[in-house]
């Protein structure tokens, strides 16, 4: 099925682990992102890709890095994870001629 | 920061009802989107109405957008319970390849 997928659906770390979340798109949108969900605050920007090649910041950056390896990948790295990153992490994509956003099913992630 | 600010927070109707949620937002946009979210998944895209729309409708699901006032209202017609889920409005500047900037959500109970 065409769509994003985000590996792994959950994980538990302890503080300090590092850790990669892993986000896929197979269909050949241009942009990516990645966005924190926790309760009562709505959907956060961590970072995005507009294109393959360029990632920029969002609204919540700090602790984290991406890559994007590809047009078809993106991933998000917490180098040195702490409890406040405990949260559910979405990527999602879209492209120009289909501004609507498509989402990854989230990962959850926890940290002790 | 949220650019969408959706109420109310929380909705419980019964079922058969209607359901209105509504969307205010600070800058100019180029489109406005819904999505809905079921409890533990990812978001999915119900509808878009770009800026110089006022009016969308897409099954049960009725979108209007005021720019003079910044708002826009989502209309579910005779809910089902399937219906009980959280709404977010999103907005963004330009079209498929910049973040879109998410509200906090109406979260919707439809009671059977």
């Known amino acids: 099925n065409a769509g994003v997928t985000q590996t792994p659906k959950f994980q538990v770390l302890k503080t300090g682990q590092s850790m990669t979340l892993q986000c896929a798109q197979d269909m050949n949108h241009n942009s990516m992102y990645w966005y924190r969900q926790d309760p009562g605050m709505g959907l956060r920007l961590i970072y995005y890709s507009a294109s393959e090649g360029t990632t920029d910041k969002g609204e919540v950056p700090n602790g984290y890095n991406v890559s994007r390896l590809n047009k078809r990948e993106f991933s998000l790295r917490l180098e040195s994870a702490a409890p406040s990153q405990t949260s559910v992490y979405f990527c999602a994509s879209s492209t120009p001629s289909t501004p609507q956003f498509t989402f990854g099913s989230g990962t959850r992630l926890t940290v002790v | 920061s949220q650019q969408g600010e959706e109420d109310p927070q929380a909705l419980s109707i019964q079922e058969g009802e209607n359901a209105t949620m509504n969307c205010s937002y600070k800058?100019?946009?180029?489109?406005l989107q819904w999505y809905r979210q079921n409890s533990g998944r990812g978001l999915v895209h119900l509808i878009l109405?770009?800026?110089?729309?006022r009016e969308k409708h897409s099954g049960r699901l009725r979108v209007t957008l005021d720019t003079s006032k910044k708002s826009s209202s989502l209309l579910i017609t005779a809910s089902r319970a399937a219906d009980t889920a959280s709404y977010f409005c999103a907005t963004g500047p330009n079209s498929g390849n910049t973040p879109l900037v998410f509200g906090k959500g109406t979260r919707l109970s439809v009671i059977a």
């Open positions: 109405i770009r800026s110089n729309e």
């Open positions: 800058t100019s946009i180029n489109n």
